[in-house]
């Protein structure tokens, strides 16, 4: 078998005793060994520095350097080269020290053979391999490969030197990812460390190869970015990371899609000791504001911390101050023109920050189960609405109302809806329930039960699917749901006019929704040129800005008094 031979780096000033090491080395194995001189400490650091060595056999008195002093220096220049130190008879005590030094045997001179300073070079590589191993497990995390929380202290200290001397700014970003509890609960552990760690390879992605990142536990990540020139510069880097970690992945063969918020602290170092604590306390403000957002730290916030209502908090109160309404989205119908339904969408009137919109807000209601109880209220109100829109002439209008996937999941679903349409009078046949694509695939059994149950107790009621076309679902195993309606994703309409792909796409979607009996919606029509490609595919119905903005009951109402054809010019 032939090996590479061990480069060593033989320090050493001293010609006789240079001659006799390499003398023994080439006694152990004419081709184990490949040999470089240097009689100065000096000459060995340029060494080092332009090549890779195996190990160093070092010599203490050097002319440019004497004792423990050269190892330090030689390990602060070439940290992961293993060293053996050679010692004369006098001075073994030193030798000693020095493996305290950083480096990981010693030989004293002119004793042994050339066995011994064979089996001293491969104990001291094997040596500072394990050394190497056991501090990479003290400094980083196992999972996802990133920086512990000590090694972030420690890198978040020189930064703070570093830009100290420089006259710069360091950064902090603190950021965790929301709901993820809830992904862990539902998808179980080992989804939920595939999702750590790709959030962690999704971040590392980002940032540049200088800047720390470190996970602190948990789903807690922090991310030190050094040579800042302006503070603000940090809000478009935390966007990018913010919208890397929202893009989809998939998790045992599930889409999943998780959003995150990040704090952020940036200080001139002389102010740093609290800079971590400081991104913190912006993260929870990040956090309250809604999520998938980032926010800068901001002096006020040390008051805010001690009392930290976090958005569950907000929501509840919400709900008891009827902060939340609902707004209505237009379906039309394409081969008239004409309104035959409306898609109920939930908005928050925040007492400050105004309009507050669902992606915000809903996956809190989702990972504390507010959804339910705020789900049974959205059906009532639509239902109770549409029955007031009927009453006003208006019969046949559609209504249709989202269903979380959590809401979806409860026991007594079929009896509140039930429940709810007694109640408010509204005909069963004009309710439409949305589901999204990916339920279906959870659990198809249960999922099969629910619907069919729930078609059976409230006779005529509708189920359409939301967002089609982003989960991966074929559409022939929608034929085992007994569904009614399939509503293309706006991504799909998006690029009609750009992408031929997603005319195709679209264009199978509507044969075979067809060819399965269902009928089609399309969402987020914005442009004439996308209705007019929907129309000649013969997609029946669409939704989107093109005919009108989700809008209040009051402005939604007088939209249906006109009740012309809205589909103007392109019609
Ligand atoms: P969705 O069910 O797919 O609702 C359609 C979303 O697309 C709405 O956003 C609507 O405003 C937006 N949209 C409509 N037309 C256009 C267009 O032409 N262009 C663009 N770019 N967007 C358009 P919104 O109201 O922010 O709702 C977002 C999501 O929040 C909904 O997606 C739904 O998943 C969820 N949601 C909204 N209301 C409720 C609710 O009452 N209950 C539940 N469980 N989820 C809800
Ligand atoms: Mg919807
Ligand atoms: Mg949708």
Partial sequence: MIKTPIKVL???????????????????????????DAGRLGEALDRLAGEDFGVVLLDLSLPDSHGLDTVSRLRAAASRVPIVVLSGLTDEEIALQALQGGA?????????????????????????????????????DHLTNLANRSLFRDRLEQALARADRK?????????????????????????????LKEVARRIERRVRGSDTVARLGGDEF???????SDAQDAGPVAREILDIISEPLVLNGQEIFVTSSIGIAVRP?????????????????????GRDNYEFYTEEMNVQVSERLPLEWDLRRARDREEFLLYYQPQVDLATGKIVGAEALLRWQHPELGIVFPTKFIPVLEDTGLIVSMGEWILRAACAQGKTWQDSGLEG???AVNLSARQFGQENLVETVVGVLKETGFDPRCLELEITESLLMNDVEATSRTLNELKGSAPGIRISIDDFGTGY????????????????????????ATDPNDVVLAEAMIGLAHKLGLEVIAEGVETGEQLAYLRERGCDEAQGFYFSRPIPASEFGRLLKGRGSLLGASS
């Avoid at 390499?22 to 004419?30: F, P, T, V």
């Avoid at 053979?113 to 400094?139: F, G, H, P, V």
């Avoid at 922090?222 to 800042?228: C, K, S, T």
């Avoid at 195993?477 to 998006?494: A, H, M, N, Q, W």
């Fill in 473 to 496: 679902s074929s559409l022939w195993r929608l034929k085992t749901f007994p569904i009614d309606l399939l509503k293309i994703d706006r991504s799909f309409v998006r690029d009609l």
């Fill in 10 to 36: 033989l320090v050493e000033d001293n010609p006789g005793d240079a001659l006799l090491v390499r003398m023994l080395l080439e006694d152990a194995g004419a081709d184990r060994f490949d040999l470089t």
């Fill in 104 to 140: 990981q045997d010693y030989l004293v001179k002119g004793q042994g053979d050339s066995n011994l300073i064979a089996r001293a070079i491969r104990y001291a590589i094997e040596r500072k391999r394990a050394e190497e191993r056991l501090s990479y497990l003290a400094q980083y």
């Fill in 397 to 399: 209008l559609r209504i």
């Fill in 269 to 289: 170092p002389s102010k740093g000791e609290n800079l971590l604590k400081d991104a913190d306390a912006a993260m929870y403000r990040a956090k309250q504001r």
């Fill in 167 to 195: 006259g710069s700014l360091v950064t902090l970003m603190f950021l965790d990812l929301d709901g993820f509890k809830a992904i862990n609960d539902t998808l179980g552990h080992s989804s939920g460390d595939e999702l």
């Fill in 222 to 228: 922090a991310i030190i970015l050094e040579d800042m």
